[in-house]
């Protein structure tokens, strides 16, 4: 298995620790399948760890010492990699897209995070969190459009996203807001900026209605592919799981609107609720 390229450790804390894992495994003689086997994980894991494409946790960090003769370092280290602005559910997948080279994203039920607008990320936060004080949201919102800032690059990453009709027609934030956010949404798919299709309620039954599907392609490392729930989220990295989720999404792109369809709903809707008449 090729190793990664060589990381800045200046670049984050999770870029050094995975610096210093790869020096320590090679040091060691050991290739990824073989400290992979040490840890009952695989050496994509190991490999992905050394990428900074997934988190070390300190169960990890502990077995790493052991293996690799490190004394205690990873484990006093991995806490400050750790660190992150993002519910502990999601910070891992946040930190993954973050390095992505290509998005792939059906949402089910509301805009996607990297294509939300303020106002609609303040009342989806608000909807999950109706308790929460206002700092707390403001910290929440503050972070996600951190996150939109990688569509700052003209080019990188890839986003292709499927959205459901029935996140568009529900009226999160009110009319106003709404109609804010498709028109961003429809700006940036004007601007080629991202893929955007729209999985009408005519195409009936599919393969992804359980919930949503993030698939993320990296430049060093195994693709990933995140699933989410209320409170909850999993990265997957098993390679025969991630090529059926892979034909997962494009079955749900068949079944879509074309772009250009797609566009062209997306701004109608925009206008309905800017004119408070929508259907």
Same mark, same amino acid.
């Given at each position: 298995?090729?190793?990664?390229?060589?990381?800045?450790?200046?670049?984050? %804390?999770?870029?050094?620790?995975?610096?210093?894992?790869?020096?320590?495994?090679?040091?060691? *003689?050991?290739?990824?399948?073989?400290?992979?086997?040490?840890?009952?994980?695989?050496?994509? $894991?190991?490999?992905?760890?050394?990428?900074?494409? !997934?988190?070390?946790?300190?169960?990890?960090?502990?077995?790493?010492?052991?293996?690799? *003769?490190?004394?205690?370092?990873?484990?006093?280290?991995?806490?400050?990699?750790?660190?992150?602005?993002?519910?502990?559910? $999601?910070?891992?997948?946040?930190?993954?897209?973050?390095?992505?080279?290509?998005?792939?994203?059906?949402?089910?039920?509301?805009?996607?995070?990297?294509?939300?607008?303020?106002?609609?990320?303040?009342?989806?936060?608000?909807?999950?969190?109706?308790?929460? %004080?206002?700092?707390?949201?403001?910290?929440? +919102?503050?972070?996600?459009?951190? !996150?939109?800032?990688?569509?700052?690059?003209?080019?990188? %990453?890839?986003?292709?996203?499927?959205?459901?009709?029935?996140?568009?027609?529900?009226?999160?934030?009110?009319? +106003?807001?709404?109609?804010?956010?498709?028109?961003?949404?429809?700006?940036?798919? !004007?601007?080629?900026?991202?893929?955007?299709?729209?999985?009408?309620?005519?195409?009936?039954?599919?393969?992804?209605?359980?919930?949503?599907?993030?698939?993320?392609?990296?430049?060093?490392?195994?693709?990933?592919?995140?699933?989410?729930?209320? *409170?909850? *989220?999993?990265?997957?990295?098993?390679?025969?799981?991630?090529?059926?989720?892979?034909?997962?999404?494009?079955?749900?792109?068949?079944?879509?609107?074309? %772009?250009?369809?797609?566009?062209?709903?997306?701004?109608?809707?925009?206008?309905?609720?800017?004119?408070?008449?929508?259907?």
């Amino acid at each position: 298995m090729p190793g990664p390229k060589d990381l800045d450790p200046s670049s984050s %804390p999770r870029a050094l620790l995975g610096a210093e894992l790869r020096h320590a495994r090679e040091k060691a *003689g050991l290739s990824q399948e073989d400290l992979g086997n040490r840890l009952f994980v695989s050496g994509t $894991f190991i490999g992905q760890m050394e990428a900074g494409t !997934r988190r070390m946790q300190p169960e990890y960090a502990r077995l790493l010492d052991e293996a690799l *003769g490190t004394g205690d370092f990873f484990q006093r280290n991995c806490g400050a990699a750790a660190k992150s602005r993002y519910p502990e559910h $999601f910070a891992e997948a946040a930190e993954a897209e973050a390095i992505a080279t290509a998005i792939r994203h059906y949402a089910p039920m509301l805009i996607p995070g990297l294509l939300q607008t303020a106002a609609y990320a303040r009342a989806v936060n608000r909807a999950f969190a109706p308790t929460a %004080p206002e700092e707390t949201i403001d910290e929440w +919102v503050d972070g996600r459009m951190e !996150r939109t800032r990688l569509l700052g690059d003209p080019t990188k %990453p890839l986003l292709w996203a499927v959205l459901d009709e029935a996140a568009l027609r529900r009226e999160t934030g009110g009319r +106003v807001v709404m109609a804010e956010a498709l028109h961003h949404v429809a700006d940036l798919a !004007r601007r080629s900026r991202v893929i955007v299709q729209v999985l009408p309620f005519s195409a009936g039954a599919h393969k992804s209605m359980d919930g949503s599907l993030k698939l993320m392609d990296f430049e060093d490392a195994p693709p990933l592919a995140y699933f989410e729930g209320p *409170g909850t *989220g999993r990265l997957e990295d098993d390679p025969a799981t991630v090529v059926q989720l892979r034909f997962t999404f494009e079955l749900l792109t068949a079944s879509a609107l074309s %772009p250009e369809k797609s566009l062209a709903l997306i701004e109608t809707l925009a206008q309905d609720y800017a004119h408070e008449e929508l259907p």
